[in-house]
């Protein structure tokens, strides 16, 4: 296994638990640790060249997300986002990145706007080609973007957050060609909406993207990788 010096690969801007706390978050929601895998502090501590007291404060600070579960006298174990917790962050989801998009129409500098529709035209070629994970970071990019134009970092932290908590789901749901292209349609109506400042037409179609987005994983049944314990 690659050791990972954690002090050089991430910005000094944060404190050694911030920083060891979002290297951990981003392995969990990346895939790498898989649901109900155990999180040892020694080797976690080893890997990233820290002594294992920032490592487990941030299993703690984990804990308190919901994304690990600290059993006394077991260990700290990664907790799967269930089915529930799935709809219930693209419900939310829907309603901020409506209020992301009116607030866009209002503050969006002109390079913002350039780079939203490159990105449109880009997914659009990629597509054609068939290149799906082009695609799906491009279908990122599109939504960081937005997120700085709304020009509120604590709409765009909220955002940021719930978008990387669906990362391996969002994956999935982007692997079809048909869901592909159909996203990169809701994208242009969206970003044109921005152009003309149309905040009433941006939010909702921003809104009904997430809606759409959600109902495509429900669909093909694309959210089953998570636990489905609450029984929906």
């Not at 020694?42 to 820290?50: C, H, P, T």
């Not at 941030?58 to 799967?80: C, D, H, K, W």
């Not at 986002?81 to 607030?103: H, P, T």
């Not at 349609?185 to 959600?214: Q, W």
Request: aromatic share 8%; hydrophobic share 35%; charged share 30%.
């Amino acid at each position: 296994m690659r050791e990972y010096n954690i002090t050089q690969d991430v910005s000094d801007r944060y404190s050694l638990r911030g920083r060891v706390f979002t290297k951990i978050r981003d392995d969990i929601l990346s895939g790498r640790y898989k649901d109900n895998e155990e999180l040892k502090e020694a080797r976690i501590g080893k890997e990233l060249g820290v002594s294992r007291t920032p490592v487990r404060e941030a299993l703690r600070q984990l804990e308190l997300e919901g994304l690990v579960r600290i059993v006394p006298n077991r260990g700290a174990f990664v907790t799967a986002i269930s089915a529930k917790d799935v709809r219930d962050i693209y419900m939310i989801r829907s309603r901020l990145e409506g209020l992301a998009a009116r607030w866009a129409c209002e503050h969006i500098s002109k390079d913002q706007l350039e780079t939203m529709e490159e990105n449109v035209y880009l997914a659009e070629f990629h597509a054609g080609k068939g290149h799906m994970e082009q695609m799906a970071e491009l279908d990122n990019q599109f939504h960081h973007t937005l997120y700085d134009a709304c020009n509120s970092k604590m709409l765009r932290h909220l955002l940021i957050d719930y978008h990387e908590y669906l990362l391996r789901v969002r994956k999935k749901a982007l692997s079809t060609i048909d869901r592909g292209t159909a996203s990169n349609k809701e994208h242009r109506a969206i970003m044109e909406a921005i152009r003309a400042g149309n905040a009433d037409l941006a939010e909702r179609l921003a809104s009904e993207h997430m809606k759409n987005a959600y109902a495509n994983m429900v669909k093909f049944g694309l959210y089953d990788v998570y636990d489905n314990t609450d029984g929906t």
